[in-house]
């Protein structure tokens, strides 16, 4: 058998075997022209540093699995093969710790970055910025006669000319509807059954997605009236969290079709003192026919904020803007309907 024959059957390159000759793993006999002469066995010893290779293992540490395979004809039959799996395994679980630490570091910056905005009392030439990974949410807003425009667009902040959501008519349905019995999972790690809410006011607010500012706002995202703001809103909601239980909510939950685990990414971040229930399957859309939007083949929840009591909703803000300013609006409307 020809050299070109063997890396053929075996599966790797005439190069390769001239690589794993040199190390002395493979060792053909010689013809008396002088050619090389392979054999069925020296097939079986390449495909075995092939696919030592790929596990991992590099070809110069092949050498106790070969032996072990001349010995006994299988490659892990000896203790010294079990020891260089231990080994490549330790190995490997060095580079995996290396790798994640390199891996948040370099997520922490990209964070940073993305949360970064200008200093007013830098000029334009020098670009200083605020190092600030978690800016105030507030310090620009939608509607401000005159917003600073940020750095970078990032979800802390809303831009100004937001298009406006119309009010289409699709919550007029709502107030006095039952809410149905189903339950939905928290970040607070417990099922909330929403029919079971009791006589007291619960403040539900549902919105789209929320996004992450390592992340870049997708595009076309700004153009759709009411989708932008989530981060913001969720704020707002932090921010007013204890004056609208003082106004007569009991309680305060956010709700978006997104999974429990990235919803508590946010809570996290944000420092949200209330939980946010997932609704992946949209089953509390099509109990009450909520407004939902398509944004490249995802279903998404439209705005839309819910006072449940008693079983039942007895308000519904729809549409829902500026976001930023939306739980004012809800804690007006408390105030001004006292239980």
Known sequence: MRIGDLARDAGVTPKAVRYYESLGLVVPERLENGYRDYSGQDVRVVCEIRRLIE??????????????LADHGAIDDCPSSLAEYRDAIGDLE??????TVRRDALARRLKQAACRRPDPAASEDSKVSDPDP?????????????PQEPFVDNYYTLPSGLPVPQDDGAADHLPGMPV???ALPSTANEDIGLAALGKDRTILYLYPLTGRPEEDIPEGWNSIPGARGCTTEACDFRDHYEE????????VFGLSSQDTAYQQEVVDRLRLPFAMLSDTAFRLAGALSLPTFDFRGEALYKRITLVVRDG?????FYPVF??????????????????
Not at 94 to 99: D, M
Not at 312 to 316: D, P, R, Y
Not at 322 to 339: C, F, M, S
């Open 94 to 99: 060095r580079r995996i710790r290396e790798l």
């Open 244 to 251: 609208l239980l003082e106004a007569g909510a009991a309680r």
């Open 312 to 316: 039942a909703v007895e308000h519904a």
């Open 134 to 146: 978690n800016p105030d949410p507030h310090r620009e807003t939608a509607g401000d006669p005159n």
């Open 55 to 68: 596990l991992g293992i590099p070809a110069v540490r092949t050498r106790p699995f070969l032996d072990c």
């Open 322 to 339: 500026p976001p930023d300013r939306h739980a004012g609006q809800v804690l007006a409307w408390l105030k001004e309907n006292p239980l």
């Open 180 to 182: 149905p019995e189903l």
